[in-house]
């Protein structure tokens, strides 16, 4: 018992610690206390201060966040793991900066945790069915599964959670939606109260979403998206290839890697049983010793460099084909209901040449009232002006989808080119850098051997 005691009060003197070397560095910013943003009923202890309190630890973040010129910009930092009596979990510090009438501050401080920034993506959703919405990092993954609160696993989510808040606050319509402003400015007790609501909305969109699994091979398709398909599916299959073969690669080279690391330490051992050869031996177990250090530096960039931009990628471009579903599930609905008001047309065409020629049913013969064709006809007067009411909508609909999902492409297109671009050249630049040290290692060997046969054959003579 006072062991567990003991325990207690190094965990409460330690967050105590913690919460000093915060205050001192301003790592906790006053106005994100005061707002009531704070997660004030958890444990809170931090996995790494020195790493965590400040984002230097994540490569090229500076890029993912927008121009300080714009009217919007969306920092996320400072991670923070909160034990609580039947979960744990790691909130972010998301800072924002903002010059828009429609908000009353400037700068919001607030604490979210990775399901609320779940419950934003799925608001966006409900809001605009046909707007690229960007997509989240994984709530899980093998690395995560191991381990969920390591510097690496967190750090990478972090990156990927910037990614995720600056190409929403990039789009000129997400960035306006009225959930993404709460999301950012709203304290932590009112944001819980509206997350725990459900709107009839959310019922739609699942029926939609139903109805997109269901239905059948459009009849007429769209040029314009089929050919978007058509890239899309291409493109991943390219992406897909290249992420498995440099994946194979990276651990052959790993394997390698390992190898070198017992081969340059035998050519050292030699070197001092073998005086004469004792400078060319030790020269060349240093230039494996740093070929070996170039190429385990290839080998651990390969996830943040190809792996991981490549699979987060693939998972943009899903988005993207989901999204070119939904429309098609619009187009379906509307080719229906024209199919539809075709057959009441065409019935009704037939009832009023039958009204018109009443011999055509003299031999018909029933124990059972039947509708008269007049029947017939004012029921279909009802119903046909419905229907096309019900296409007109459809139609509206289709068309605004088409507009707002042509308008999300262009822009994914440019967004898609900037990524490939970064990523190709990030892969290049490290391949660049490998070989060079390479070629550097082996160079000075070369150059130590030249001079030496040259100064022996310049003594024999």
């Not at 019922?203 to 978007?228: G, M, Q």
């Amino acid at each position: 018992m006072a062991s567990n005691n003991s325990a207690v009060l190094d965990v409460l003197v330690e967050n105590k610690e913690i919460s000093s070397i915060l205050k001192d560095t301003n790592d906790f910013d006053r106005s994100s206390i005061c707002s009531g943003s704070t997660y004030d009923n958890s444990l809170v202890q931090s996995p790494s201060i020195e790493s965590f309190s400040t984002i230097h630890d994540i490569e090229n973040l500076s890029e993912l966040n927008m121009d300080e010129n714009s009217d919007l910009c969306v920092k996320i930092d400072n991670p923070q793991k909160h034990l609580e009596t039947l979960e744990t979990f790691i909130t972010f510090r998301i800072t924002t900066k903002v010059a828009r009438i429609e908000f009353s501050d400037n700068e919001y401080v607030v604490r979210r945790r990775y399901n609320d920034f779940l419950w934003l993506r799925q608001k966006l959703l409900e809001c605009h069915p046909f707007c690229i919405i960007p997509p989240l990092p994984g709530k899980h993954s093998l690395m995560g599964q191991l381990d969920r609160y390591s510097k690496d696993f967190i750090l990478l989510r972090m990156k990927a959670l910037n990614v995720f808040i600056t190409r929403i606050t990039q789009h000129p319509i997400l960035s306006c939606n009225e959930h993404f402003k709460i999301f950012l400015t709203a304290k932590q007790s009112d944001f819980n109260l509206l997350r725990r609501q459900r709107t009839a909305i959310e019922h739609k969109v699942r029926t939609l979403s139903h109805a997109n699994s269901t239905h059948s091979v459009l009849k007429n398709r769209h040029i314009e998206f089929d050919k978007t398909k058509t890239y899309l599916i291409t493109l991943a299959e390219k992406l897909s290839s290249i992420e498995k073969i440099s994946n194979r690669i990276n651990k052959e080279r790993s394997e390698y890697v390992t190898e070198l690391n017992s081969y340059h330490p035998i050519f050292t051992t030699w070197a001092t049983s073998e005086p004469e050869l004792s400078e060319i031996l030790q020269n060349i177990g240093s230039a494996m010793e740093r070929s070996s250090a170039a190429q385990n530096a290839l080998v651990q960039s390969y996830n943040t460099t190809v792996g991981n931009p490549i699979k987060d990628f693939l998972a943009y471009m899903d988005v993207v084909q989901e999204t070119i579903r939904k429309r098609e599930s619009y187009q379906y609905a509307y080719e229906v209901s024209m199919e539809e008001l075709g057959k009441r047309h065409s019935e009704k065409d037939k009832l009023i040449a039958m009204s018109q020629n009443p011999s055509q049913n003299a031999g018909s013969f029933s124990l059972w009232k039947q509708p008269t064709c007049d029947d017939k006809l004012e029921k279909l007067g009802s119903y046909i002006p419905q229907l096309v009411k019900k296409v007109e909508s459809n139609q509206d609909n289709l068309e605004c989808a088409n507009e707002s999902l042509r308008s999300d492409l262009q822009r994914w297109q440019q967004e898609k080119t900037l990524c490939l671009k970064k990523i190709l050249l990030d892969f290049v630049g490290k391949q660049i850098n490998y070989y060079q040290a390479t070629v550097n290692a082996w160079e000075y060997v070369a150059s130590e051997l030249n001079q030496q046969n040259t100064s022996t054959r310049s003594n024999a003579k």
